[in-house]
């Protein structure tokens, strides 16, 4: 199976729909295909976090039982034109069907940009656009190749908070810079890394403006897929961080080791890829 061929499959692949003779076909691709694999990866995390949780409810009792009643008092004849002919019952409690399951799905849709979600989503889409213009160079970096105590002096004075790096060297990890950067409404420190050859970018947010933003203490880290990039999200000694990158937790080697146990929940997928 070709990638292309994947692809198309891929959505009823997530849905259940495939055949076992298919699925199998498809998994063993997935197995020898990383970029393909990454995509399914992404896909089945979306399912997870906003599909499943808000597929609308069936209808209530009362709403089928007043359909039904509207259909029992429609007349059986109908004025006809030629080439018209009436609907039938079934075909009625269809289209009203349709249109009540979408009136659900489209209120349903609403409530992460209007619950308690809207934060953190807003906040990982500013994350995602200045994590590709680091990554592109649009954003030249002010300081670039110090160590973590230069870089942490460099700031000092030019933001109102503390900005604190660990002291960590690996071969897979890289500084390549950082700067000074306007994350929606409020500057953060900006810092960019190459971990494993891919770009990660740290924001460390003003520890006031994360507050502002309500999110929920549990689960501490909080992961959101946007635009193909992972956005690692959490607050920790007086500080917090949006962590953006193409490799999931395995992004978090800028600020931990690898031998550094992290209290991910246990149904997050980011504790599934460190």
């Known amino acids: 199976m070709v990638c292309n061929a994947a692809?198309?499959?891929l959505f009823q692949y997530l849905d259940g729909e495939l055949s076992e003779e298919q699925r199998s076909e498809l998994e063993s691709h997935l197995a020898s295909c990383p970029d393909c694999q990454r995509l399914a990866e992404l896909e089945r995390t979306f399912h997870q976090t906003y599909l499943e949780p808000l597929r609308p409810d069936p209808a209530p009792v009362k709403v089928r039982e007043q359909i039904a009643r509207l259909l029992d008092v429609l007349p059986d004849q109908q004025p006809r034109t030629a080439g018209w002919r009436r609907p039938s019952a079934i075909s009625l409690l269809a289209g009203t069907a349709f249109v009540l399951f979408g009136g659900i799905l489209w209120f349903s849709l609403q409530r992460p940009w209007n619950g308690t979600n809207a934060p953190l989503i807003r906040l990982a889409e500013a994350s995602v656009e200045q994590h590709q213009k680091l990554a592109r160079g649009?954003?030249?970096h002010d300081i670039t190749?110090?160590?973590p105590k230069a870089?942490?002096?460099w700031f000092k004075g030019r933001l109102d908070f503390n900005v604190?790096?660990?002291?960590?060297?690996?071969d897979d990890l890289t500084f390549l810079g950082g700067r000074i950067s306007h994350l929606r409404d409020f500057d953060v420190a900006a810092?960019?890394?190459r971990v494993?050859?891919?770009?990660?970018?740290?924001?460390i947010i003003p520890p006031d403006r994360y507050r502002k933003l309500g999110l929920a203490e549990s689960p501490?880290?909080?992961m959101v897929s946007h635009q193909g990039y992972d956005v690692i999200v959490w607050a920790s000694h007086g500080a917090a961080y949006s962590l953006v990158s193409e490799i999931g937790g395995r992004s978090c080697l800028v600020c931990h080791s690898r031998e550094e146990k992290l209290d991910f929940p246990t149904d997050s997928r980011v504790h599934d890829k460190l």
């Not at 604190?164 to 690996?170: A, G």
């Not at 494993?196 to 924001?203: C, P």
């Open 7 to 9: 692809h198309l499959k």
């Open 151 to 153: 870089v942490e002096q």
């Open 164 to 170: 604190s790096l660990p002291e960590l060297t690996r």
């Open 196 to 203: 494993e050859g891919k770009d990660v970018s740290l924001f």
């Open 145 to 147: 190749r110090g160590t």
């Open 191 to 193: 810092l960019h890394y």
């Open 220 to 222: 501490k880290f909080k």
């Open 138 to 140: 649009i954003l030249p």
